[in-house]
């Protein structure tokens, strides 16, 4: 059975018993109130009964007598008389009259005159007034005893017993009964309907779950949230935010809302999703109804991030968005380094031949004697670096790993028709110890100019790379030099825009305007200037605009500095 049928069941058992509970209750209530007022009346005609003149006077007088009248004087005597005009009158189910004895003087039929009374009159003749409910000669009654007093005396010389039939009580309660039963009957019916309100009520917000099945859930959400490295953000039809995983708080940065963490800057389960302290990327994803789930890049807290919103639904019911943050930051690097591996291993291949042929011109010239046009020849091999990358003055590189990044550039950009030229006043006397963030920077910065040269208005397409390090100065640690890179292109400038407009996440120039910008290619998204920033500043640099440029050419002029990056080359006693 399901549980939603077995708690509609239990609530209809309780309310059914509730009912008759209250019923049973209310009827006992009706019947204590009835059977009170009949004590109450049995009372009131009790002291009315005995205190009159003429009863008073009968009952003193027969008390006198050394014995009780006969039966048949009795039923023609006054009292007699008295006692059944007053139950006549009344409707009551007796009205007995005793003498100090407790014989009866007067009483419903005859034949029991002159007999003792069946209930005990002590406490009337001893002069008190009571009210009692006792089954006598004539059925179980409600009723009161009150003495009689002797005239002048204030002596007891009697009883007066009056008393209403239990039956009649019953008869009265009996005219509430539909009154009790239609309200029963109502409370139970408003009692089912509500019932049947909370099953459905109940199968809505479980979605028809069944309690084991919703515990279930529970555990297998818990275990999947926190075990995927994903960032999961769940947000409700109300706008409301239901799940934000610890892997979605270390993506953006953002404290796990503990005690010690800065109220202003966490996000909690139930806090409203358009005041949550996210980037307003993630936010806008979710205010397009019709979205259609395509992924985007956005940069948060250092890291390129690709987000994937999506509607979800459950049987045609809206339950809100569901949010996917994918770290991308460290694929893009490798993606970045892989692809300059793989230029550079082609352009290997290439010119292992070409390497073999220059060796074969040096030789011959060598062996006819021609020394002069050997070593212009070899002159002119080092102006293009000894890989023979098309890079102008590639011998001002020492470092292996930036001749081969730098060349593998110069392959891609030479494709594009865009000369790549290291700068005369370039000077690198260490290694680069950190290649992944240079490669990020260095590799954003060159793209960004090969793609404004391309766009460019000038004939003469060009790029210079400038690299300078400088080395830690002495006491502050030893956390490596500063590496300092200036590049330049031969593109139309940044035009309009400002110089720290070209940092914002999104800003892009990759139509035909020609620039440097934040793309990473052509037709780019618009973070890797950004993203070039954070990083640099991360390490304590930062990467800045030094020029605009002009429409016309040359183009902006970008300075990168990444301390901590290089450090001094070993000597052969070092090593």
Same mark, same amino acid.
């Given at each position: 059975m399901r549980f939603s049928t077995q708690t509609l069941l239990l609530q209809l058992g309780v309310v059914l018993l509730v009912v008759l509970l209250s019923g049973a209750v209310h009827a006992w209530l009706v019947y204590q109130r009835i059977g009170a007022e009949a004590e109450n009346q049995a009372l009131t005609l009790a002291r009315t009964v005995a205190s009159a003149p003429a009863i008073r006077a009968e009952v003193d007088a027969i008390s006198r007598q050394s014995g009780t009248p006969p039966a048949d004087v009795l039923a023609r005597g006054p009292i007699m008389a008295a006692a059944e005009a007053a139950r006549a009158r009344t409707g009551a189910l007796f009205v007995v009259v005793t003498d100090e004895t407790g014989l009866r003087l007067a009483h419903p039929e005859p034949d029991r005159l002159g007999e003792r009374v069946s209930t005990d009159p002590s406490e009337a003749l001893?002069?008190?007034?009571v009210t009692t409910r006792n089954t006598g000669t004539l059925g179980p009654s409600a009723g009161a005893k009150v003495p009689v007093y002797a005239p002048g005396s204030g002596n007891v010389v009697g009883e007066v017993s009056v008393g209403y039939s239990i039956e009649s009580l019953g008869q009265s309660l009996s005219q509430d009964i539909p009154s009790i039963a239609l309200t029963a009957a109502g409370a139970l019916l408003a009692g089912v309907l509500a019932s049947f309100l909370l099953r459905r009520r109940l199968q809505r917000?479980?979605?028809?779950?069944?309690?084991?099945?919703?515990?279930?859930?529970?555990?297998?959400?818990?275990?999947?949230?926190?075990?995927? +490295?994903?960032?999961?953000?769940?947000?409700?039809? !109300?706008?409301?935010?239901?799940?934000?995983?610890?892997?979605?708080?270390?993506?953006?940065?953002?404290?796990?809302?503990?005690?010690?963490?800065?109220? /202003?800057?966490?996000v909690r389960v139930g806090q409203p999703w358009a005041a949550a302290v996210v980037p307003e990327q993630l936010k806008a994803l979710t205010r +397009?109804?019709?979205? !259609?789930?395509?992924?985007?890049?956005?940069?948060?807290?250092?890291?390129?991030?690709?987000?994937? /919103?999506?509607?979800?639904?459950?049987?045609?019911? +809206?339950?809100?968005?569901?949010?996917?943050?994918? +770290?991308?930051?460290?694929?893009?690097?490798?993606?970045?380094?892989? !692809?300059?591996?793989?230029?550079?291993s082609t352009a290997l291949r290439a010119q292992r031949h070409e390497f073999a042929n220059q060796l074969h011109t040096i030789a011959g010239f060598l062996s006819i004697g021609h020394s002069e046009q050997a070593k212009e020849y070899l002159a002119k091999i080092s102006e293009t670096g000894p890989l023979t990358f098309p890079v102008q003055q590639a011998g001002l590189l020492q470092d292996p790993y930036l001749q081969a990044f730098i060349g593998a550039k110069s392959v891609g950009a030479d494709e594009r028709g865009v000369v790549l030229r290291i700068g005369p006043e370039t000077l690198v006397r260490g290694t680069v110890t950190d290649p992944q963030d240079v490669t990020t920077v260095l590799g954003n910065l060159i793209d960004n100019a090969v793609n404004a040269a391309v766009a460019g208005s000038a004939t003469d397409r060009w790029v210079e790379v400038e690299l300078l390090d400088e080395p830690p100065i002495a006491g502050d640690g030893d956390d490596g030099g500063?590496?300092?890179?200036?590049?330049?292109?031969?593109? !139309?400038?940044?035009?309009?825009?400002?110089?720290?407009?070209?940092?914002?996440?999104?800003?892009?120039? /990759?139509?035909?305007?020609?620039?440097?910008?934040?793309?990473?290619?052509?037709g780019g998204h618009g973070l890797g200037l950004a993203l070039s920033r954070k990083l640099a500043r991360r390490r304590g640099g930062d990467v800045r605009l030094l020029d605009p440029g002009s429409p016309g050419g040359p183009g902006a002029v970008f300075m990168a500095s990444l301390p901590g990056t290089t450090a001094a080359q070993q000597t052969k006693e070092e090593k």
């Open positions: 001893a002069g008190k007034e917000l479980t979605l028809g779950l069944e309690p084991e099945e919703i515990s279930t859930l529970v555990h297998d959400q818990v275990a999947v949230l926190q075990g995927v +490295d994903d960032g999961v953000i769940g947000i409700s039809a !109300d706008g409301r935010i239901t799940v934000f995983n610890a892997a979605a708080r270390r993506l953006l940065d953002i404290p796990d809302g503990g005690p010690d963490s800065p109220a /202003a800057a966490s +397009d109804a019709m979205h !259609d789930a395509e992924a985007v890049e956005i940069l948060a807290a250092g890291r390129v991030l690709v987000v994937n /919103a999506r509607k979800a639904l459950h049987r045609k019911e +809206d339950l809100g968005w569901v949010v996917m943050l994918r +770290d991308r930051t460290e694929l893009q690097q490798l993606t970045r380094q892989l !692809d300059a591996v793989g230029t550079m500063t590496l300092h890179i200036v590049v330049a292109d031969s593109g !139309d400038g940044l035009g309009g825009s400002g110089p720290e407009e070209v940092f914002a996440e999104g800003f892009t120039t /990759a139509e035909p305007r020609g620039t440097q910008a934040g793309s990473t290619g052509p």
